[in-house]
Structure formats: structure tokens, C-alpha cells
């Protein structure tokens, strides 16, 4: 059965970095990519970062050169580095497993806040 949790958010100040944390059991080499969304209160989700298993990597235009996504295949978690962190990026954020032949896998999403 597949698990997915996220760690790591919490409240942050303007210009201050976090760590996110998504682990998925049993083994995340089992999925062909995952990816960060983020949803802001009263906002549709969006699509942050997503890492495929060859490590090819896209991101939204609003975290470039920001955000950087990462796995460990020997941990079996995907992070989420958000460094010069704006108000804007405030939301719930989702980690998300995708594999052939299945609906995506979801995590029940970590707050992140970020003051101004």
C-alpha cells in the first residue's frame, strides 16, 4: 500500500528559507516522478516542482531560481528547498506520486506561512 506524508513546514518570515520533506512507502523508485503543488487559500492547486526518475527537473516560473527539487532514492523522499521565501508562496503544500497505470498518489499536504 502506498504511503505519502510531507514534513518540514511551519512559519517563516519573508527572505528565510524551509525544508520540505516528502516520503513514500514502500520505495519511491516505484513511481516514474513526483512533484510539490501548492494550493493558497482561495486559489486552484498549482504544480511547483516536479522531478522525474531520470532527475530531469521543471518548475513553475513564480520558484525559479528559488525552489529546488531533490530526491534520495535511500531514503525514499523527494524535498522541497524553498530559499528567499515571499508571502506569496503561503499555502498548503502536496507532494504527489505518479506511476504507469494509476491515479497519482497523494500526501494530506503541510502548511507553509510565510510573513511579511
Known amino acids: 500500500q502506498v504511503q505519502v506524508v510531507e514534513s518540514g513546514g511551519g512559519l517563516v518570515q519573508a527572505g528565510g528559507s524551509l525544508k520540505l520533506s516528502c516520503t513514500a512507502s514502500p520505495s519511491i523508485i516505484i513511481f516514474n516522478a513526483m512533484g510539490w503543488h501548492r494550493q493558497a487559500p482561495g486559489e486552484q492547486r498549482e504544480l511547483v516542482a516536479r522531478?522525474?526518475?531520470?532527475?530531469?527537473?521543471i518548475y513553475s516560473d513564480s520558484v525559479k531560481g528559488r525552489f529546488t527539487i531533490s530526491r534520495d532514492n535511500t531514503k525514499n523522499t523527494v524535498y522541497l528547498q524553498m530559499n528567499s521565501l515571499k508571502p506569496e508562496d503561503t499555502g498548503v503544500y502536496y507532494c504527489?506520486?505518479?506511476?504507469?497505470?494509476?491515479?497519482?498518489?497523494w500526501g494530506k499536504g503541510i502548511l507553509v506561512t510565510v510573513s511579511s
Open positions: 504527489e506520486c505518479e506511476r504507469d497505470f494509476d491515479d497519482p498518489f
Open positions: 522531478i522525474q526518475t531520470s532527475g530531469r527537473t
